[in-house]
């Protein structure tokens, strides 16, 4: 909760970029996240305080902040736009996937019938194409391959 101190990113919209914003509301043609990043700023520049926000919202105060902050240093469009998530890095490369389509598409095993994911995931470590690898990146990179080819 708020400790009763002035909040320290206050949002001060120009008439400019409060007329942008609720445009964007009335047309309601954006991603639902963007939308409630706008409904912050509005909000925010009402002079609502932080709890109200929450309470109306139903966000993380944690998000109210993040958008204010960013509209107070960088600017509306940065306030309004995602930013970049980027995730793991890819357990194997190009030439990484393009050794397990080809072992995917050999004879299996001696003993199988086919090739199972864990089988392929072994397999890749026992080649030394990757250090380590789950049976899941497997099956993931398998389906991302094989629909774009089919």
């Known amino acids: ?3 009763g101190r002035p909040a320290k990113y206050r949002v001060r919209l ?3 970029e409060r007329e942008e914003l609720q445009g964007m509301m009335r047309r309601g043609k954006h991603a639902a996240r963007k939308l409630r990043r706008v409904q912050i700023l509005l909000l925010a520049d009402e002079g609502k305080k932080q709890d109200e926000i ?3 919202l139903e966000v993380s105060n944690g998000m109210i902040c993040s958008i204010k902050k960013r509209y107070c240093t960088e600017g509306l469009s940065a306030a ?3 930013r970049p998530r980027p995730g793991a890095k890819s357990k194997l490369d190009a030439i990484g996937e393009a050794h397990l389509i080809a072992l995917a598409c050999s004879d299996a095993p001696e003993g199988r019938e086919s090739w199972t994911m864990q089988l392929l995931a072994e ?3 026992a080649l030394g194409i990757v ?3 789950s049976d ?3 099956r993931t990179t398998l389906k991302k391959k094989t629909q774009t080819v089919a």
């Open 1 to 3: 909760m708020r400790t």
């Open 14 to 16: 120009s008439e400019e």
């Open 54 to 56: 929450q309470a109306q």
């Open 80 to 82: 309004l736009e995602e």
């Open 123 to 125: 397999q890749l470590v």
């Open 131 to 133: 250090d380590e690898i």
């Open 136 to 138: 899941e990146t497997v």
